[in-house]
């Protein structure tokens, strides 16, 4: 069992900066691949970004690749999502989730979500 705990969202203008931590609980994370979905009203959850177990793999969808960088630390029990050159199509609220395939791009992939921090990009 993992619990995971988004934070680090607000409101920001666009062509700025936020980063994400999502703290998870239980002596297995680095077991499981992390992945960063977002949900904008009216919208299905999409995957923004994922990163294996030792960080060496990453992938990332392409409206945010060059922009957004995840990363996690092991030693924490914390993964990030540095979000830079914010734009307001990035207006959503982010989840972290974990899985135990590496490279998952589908939500069915992952067992355990947060709840969730709202991202506000204002024009």
């Known amino acids: 069992q993992v619990q995971l705990v988004e934070s680090g969202g607000g409101l920001v203008q666009a062509g700025g900066s936020l980063r994400l931590s999502c703290a998870a609980s239980?002596?297995?994370?680095?077991?499981?691949?992390m992945g960063w979905f977002r949900q904008a009203p009216g919208k299905e959850r999409e995957f923004v970004a994922s990163?294996?177990?030792?960080?060496?793999?990453?992938d990332y969808t392409d409206s945010v690749k060059g922009r957004f960088t995840i990363s996690r630390d092991n030693t924490k029990n914390t993964v990030y999502l540095q979000m830079n050159s914010l734009k307001p199509e990035d207006t959503a609220a982010y989840y972290c989730a974990a899985s135990l395939t590496s490279g998952a791009r589908s939500r069915s992939s992952y067992a355990y979500w947060g709840q969730g921090t709202q991202v506000t990009v204002s024009s």
């Open positions: 239980g002596r297995t994370f680095r077991s499981y691949a």
């Open positions: 990163i294996n177990w030792s960080g060496s793999f990453t």
